[in-house]
């Protein structure tokens, strides 16, 4: 095979692998600050109990996905020097500081606070402990802020000048704010936030269908449900918005995800087609009259330009044709279940027992659907940059190393072999996890009798030898 393919095709596993994890880390951190607040907030022991189990079960797989998202972020990393090493050499300038950036601010602020909060509940102060919850989320998210300034800057390139074949910064703040940025970091921050919700609903699904987390998951499965339900919209308005700046700034991917060949007004909506690359055109078409000219320009009449226009400066059409309809049609399957299971479970009124066990079913089904819709939206902006890796400027060939096939194929072989592997392992911890006995409370529930205790001479409650009163669970308590 081509060795550009194959070293294409192993940064793809490899990128494909890590931003599964990044994808839950990003919105999971918001979430635990979330459930400590509630913890905190609640003077019903119970209810606190309930949080604090919410809070405990969840920094586990917090902390597991934060362990896998690094590991594969250094591994991928690495191939900048060993497949593409031409990267750096041209855009060295543009990327390395933005690379160092996400490191010093970022990476530091997760890894400083990071112990706090996964090892120090009950000893360090209740204050001290949800600010270093806070900074935990606060660094994942500004992780994500210039991963994807430079992301974004490959898809829009501004603010540089090229001097002897070398790009040099002009203006950092048009590098970091290029047109594309503020869309897609809100389209990434939604769907680490939807990824959470569906992971959120559905272990907690999972938890009450097998009875080991009667009092924190009824409350999981509220907030994954809730998260869902209201994100989901907010997402496809994003993605409309990200669309339109798409069509503005990168026609050529527009059209290869539409399978557009030749520039037109009033062009259907293609449901479902087989592009072929060769002739030029789709076979088995199912398309809906003028709806693609009315969602991506507005207008019933809106003039889209053609794959045929672009000659051989187009991504290939049949990935991003078919990965673009993925994360659609995932994400039409998520506003469903989401906006269902939420109807359903208010009427209930929120008592999970009278849910239909088909829509616990239905939910821990879909536990892990954002990672399928963000890796088929992750192909659609990645191979929809090609054959560029600057958009416009630079080719991804130009950059290439000479490591010969055999080498990449080998590496790459491994790369997939270890990442299914990890990918089962990862799975398995979670169902693992979530089929442990839950804690139960230690003091009795506000709404149970409670009998005066008995005083001694001197006036004082008095208590078993050795026994402590009853009192709510002290911080960190088991």
């Known amino acids: 095979m081509d060795p550009i393919l194959l070293a294409r095709m192993q940064f793809a596993a490899n990128i494909t692998f890590h931003i599964l994890f990044p994808t839950i880390s990003i919105g999971m951190g918001w979430l635990l600050l979330f459930f400590r607040w509630r913890y905190l907030a609640s003077d019903k022991p119970v209810v606190r109990q309930a949080w604090l189990n919410a809070y405990r079960f969840w920094t586990k797989v917090f902390a597991l996905t934060f362990a896998l998202g690094v590991v594969s972020g250094i591994t991928m990393s690495f191939q900048f020097g060993t497949n593409w090493p031409g990267f750096m050499e041209t855009v060295g300038n543009v990327a390395g500081p933005l ?50 300034a430079l992301n974004s800057w490959m898809q829009t390139p501004q603010g540089y000048e090229i001097v002897n074949g070398e790009f ?23 769907a680490s936030a939807l990824t959470c919700a569906f992971l959120l609903a559905g272990l907690s699904a999972w938890q009450l269908l097998k009875g080991t987390a009667q009092l ?68 088995a078409a199912i398309e809906i009259p003028r709806l693609a000219s009315l969602i991506l320009t507005h207008r019933p009449d809106g ?17 991003l044709f078919l990965a673009f309809r993925v994360m659609v049609g995932v994400g039409m399957l998520m506003l469903a279940a989401s ?16 849910l239909p066990r088909a829509l616990l079913w239905g939910l821990a089904g879909m536990t892990f659907s954002g990672w399928i819709a963000t890796v088929a939206g992750w192909y659609v902006t990645e191979i929809g940059r090609q054959p560029f890796i600057v958009q416009g400027l ?50 009795t529930p506000e709404d149970a009798p409670e009998e005066a ?22 911080t960190g308590s088991t």
């Open 99 to 148: 690379l160092a950036y996400e490191v010093l601010t970022a990476f530091f602020l997760e890894a400083g606070f990071l112990g706090v909060m996964l090892f120090g509940h009950g000893k360090v102060s209740e204050r001290v402990h949800l600010m270093s919850t806070f900074f935990v989320a606060f660094g994942t998210t500004l992780s994500a802020f210039w991963i994807l």
């Open 168 to 190: 040099h910064v002009k203006s950092w703040l048009e590098v970091i704010f290029n047109p594309s940025f503020p869309y897609r970091l809100v389209h990434m921050l939604l």
């Open 216 to 283: 924190s998951a009824p409350r999981v499965l509220r907030v994954g449900l809730t998260l869902a339900a209201a994100a989901i919209p907010l997402q496809i308005a994003v993605g409309d918005l990200h669309g339109l700046n798409t069509l503005r700034h990168q026609p050529q991917k527009i059209a290869a995800m539409e399978g557009v060949w030749d520039t037109a007004r009033g062009v259907p909506l293609l449901l479902f087609a087989i592009p072929d690359e060769k002739l030029r055109t789709n076979h």
């Open 303 to 319: 003039e889209i330009q053609g794959l045929n226009a672009f000659r051989d400066a187009h991504p290939p059409v049949l990935p």
């Open 339 to 354: 906006w269902l299971g939420w109807w359903l479970y208010r009427r209930s009124g929120w008592q999970p027992e009278r």
């Open 394 to 443: 630079v080719r991804t060939a130009d950059v290439a190393s000479n490591v010969p096939a055999p080498h990449i194929a080998l590496t790459l072989s491994l790369f997939v072999s270890v990442y299914l592997a990890l990918i089962v392992a990862y799975v398995s911890v979670l169902k693992y996890l979530a089929e442990k006995p839950e804690e139960t409370p230690e003091e």
């Open 453 to 474: 205790p008995a005083s001694d001479p001197a006036g004082q409650p008095s208590t078993p030898s050795g026994a402590m009163p009853p009192r709510i669970l002290p």
